[in-house]
């Protein structure tokens, strides 16, 4: 039975009275009438007030309001550098920082529900989550596996004991004693992993609850600031799971038959020998890492965005771009389709780090997680799951025609496939579905959230559909010739390169857009191109072999209740 609330303000005076309200900001209970004169006195007119049934749902959520160095209110954070601080603090220690960039925690927490920040958040819950729960059914199936492992041993042990009649009943009695003792370990051992597994999967939910009770009915401050410590516990435990996935060994077992059995029977001192095998989990782990608690900022016109040069990646040797990448830990991957085709990795420099063997013309590029990209190798017919840091490691899937662009979004990825239109696969290479789509001049694509994006080579637009592959709506140009590389941001303008020798952004409605001018703009043809929310980046991928790096910039936004 929960316990009662009293209201303070009455305690201070010895009169006990339910609490029929809860004030956030000074985080005491009011009855009725203490809620009025609460709300007409001048310094608590604008407090925020919830039930007491909205405050038990909220009250058990650890939410620290208090600086800890100085203890004292939070009442301001700093964008410059991704904190919550207090009056103190603000003068002692961010003297340096702007006017824009010190805010108060209002203005910070306003909309914070509605924010791509939270609702990153809520993702990463999701995607930890999902993470778990890929971890645990590839050990349940891993324990599937070494039980049928156990069967097709015992029948390999009986058919070679039935030609070794009496003389080998001693060996396989201890050969199968040898055999059910690693089965057990085996079993043992993935238990005790599932058992661990399930407790993180537990506490990961209780988390993705408490998120709930905040978006539902905690204030805006109190989410705010809730949102950052469960971030935290959250990023901790995708550590913990990230780094039992890398070193997790994948165990099977089979039998080994003594080669010398049919003719040295004689010399045969043992059976066989039960041996474990161990391969490294396949299961490709999905980052959830995303940008730092952030301020909610209204979508900017499209008419407000600029580039500022980067730098040029210089590929010495001759090259043809039909796909770039720029993973989240700054590498950038480039498909090179000319000549002895290859991918190329650098590093956050632009220097070379090493070339990628691969067995076709790779086109199209996307992002799986840190590691992992999926390489689509056109006119030969599939496409590649590849470990960059580990190249030996791959997972191929064929169709059955030409597959073009490529796109990841949601643990699915989105392939253009010739006469059949966007075809829809998880990473295990299961077949969801395919939105039918005419196709036969789309050869890039990109996805967001709810929408996909595909440049129309032949009529010379951009089309925008939801996931389900309802047309929202094109986007045409006089100015705008054969569009090839598209990318979209987290607030879905869209980035297209053309033929028409231009890099242009396109508002999230498509119903506007403009040309951003590069310093490559003598070259020919910018063939592919990709957007990294993460760094703000455009990479810009040439036909003739030229990379360039654009960082993008909005506009400046004016913030309110500067200090």
Not at 56 to 73: M, P
Not at 171 to 196: A, G
Not at 304 to 332: F, H, P, T, Y
Request: net charge positive; aromatic share 8%; with cysteine.
């Amino acid at each position: 039975m929960a316990s009662k609330i009293y209201c303070n303000t009455c305690e201070y005076d010895k009169i006990t009275r339910r609490a029929k309200q809860w004030c956030t900001d000074c985080r005491e209970g009011l009855c009725v009438d203490c809620e009025k004169t609460h709300k007409s006195i001048t310094a608590t007119r604008n407090h925020n007030i919830i039930s007491i049934d909205d405050y038990r749902q909220i009250q058990d959520i650890l939410v620290s309001l208090e600086c800890k160095k100085h203890g004292e209110n939070l009442t301001h954070y700093c964008k410059r550098h991704d904190i919550t601080v207090c009056f103190t603090c603000a003068l002692s220690n961010h003297k340096s920082c702007s006017t824009s960039d010190l805010i108060t925690i209002a203005d910070a927490a306003q909309n914070f529900k509605e924010s791509s920040a939270f609702l990153d958040m809520e993702g990463k819950l999701s995607r930890t989550l999902q993470n778990l729960k890929h971890c645990i059914t590839n050990i349940n199936i891993a324990l599937l596996n070494v039980d049928g492992d156990e069967q097709k041993i015992k029948k390999t042990i009986e058919d070679t004991r039935i030609n070794l009649k009496n003389y080998l009943d001693k060996l396989q009695e201890n050969l199968l004693l040898d055999l059910k003792v690693k089965h057990e370990n085996c079993k043992s051992k993935y238990n005790e992993i599932l058992k661990k597994l399930n407790q993180e999967l537990k506490e990961v939910e209780s988390l993705r609850e408490q998120s709930l009770k905040m978006k539902r009915s905690a204030s805006k401050i109190h989410t705010f600031l809730g949102s950052s410590q469960l971030n935290k516990t959250i990023d901790e435990k995708n550590g913990i799971l990230e780094e039992g996935i890398k070193y997790h060994r994948i165990n099977g077992m089979k039998v080994e038959i003594h080669d010398g059995f049919s003719s040295l029977m004689k010399e045969v001192t043992y059976f066989g020998e039960i041996k474990i095998s161990e391969t490294i989990s396949s299961l490709p782990f999905k980052d959830p890492k995303i940008d730092h608690a952030q301020i909610h900022r209204p979508l900017q016109n499209v008419s407000e965005v600029r580039l500022q040069w980067n730098r040029e990646i210089e590929i010495k040797r001759s090259a043809a771009i039909s796909g770039c990448l720029m993973l989240s830990d700054d590498r950038v991957i480039i498909a090179d389709e000319h000549g002895k085709v290859r991918l190329i990795e650098y590093n956050k420099y632009g220097k070379r780090i090493h070339d990628i063997a691969v067995s076709g013309k790779p086109y199209g590029l996307t992002a799986v997680d840190t590691d992992f990209i999926a390489v689509t190798y056109g006119e030969s017919k599939y496409l590649e799951i590849i470990n960059t840091k580990k190249n030996s490691e791959r997972k191929k899937e064929q169709f059955e025609e030409n597959c073009w662009g490529i796109s990841f979004q949601d643990q699915k990825l989105y392939v253009v496939v010739e006469k059949q239109g966007i075809v829809v696969l998880d990473l295990n290479g299961k077949k969801l579905n395919t939105i039918d789509i005419d196709v036969s001049k789309v050869f890039d694509i990109s996805t967001s959230r709810d929408r996909i994006f595909y440049t129309d080579w032949g009529s010379s637009t951009v089309h925008c559909c939801s996931i389900a592959g309802h047309e929202i709506w094109i986007f045409r140009d006089e100015a705008f010739s054969r569009p090839r590389g598209i990318s979209v941001d987290n607030n879905q303008y869209v980035f297209v390169a053309s033929c028409s020798n231009k890099l242009t952004v396109i508002q999230h409605d498509g119903k506007s857009s403009k040309v951003l001018p590069t310093e490559q703009n003598e070259r020919q043809l910018p063939w592919a191109v990709h957007y990294n929310n993460e760094k703000k980046i455009v990479c810009l991928g040439y036909k003739s072999g030229c990379v360039a790096l654009y960082n993008v910039i909005p506009s400046i936004i004016k913030m309110k209740n500067e200090l």
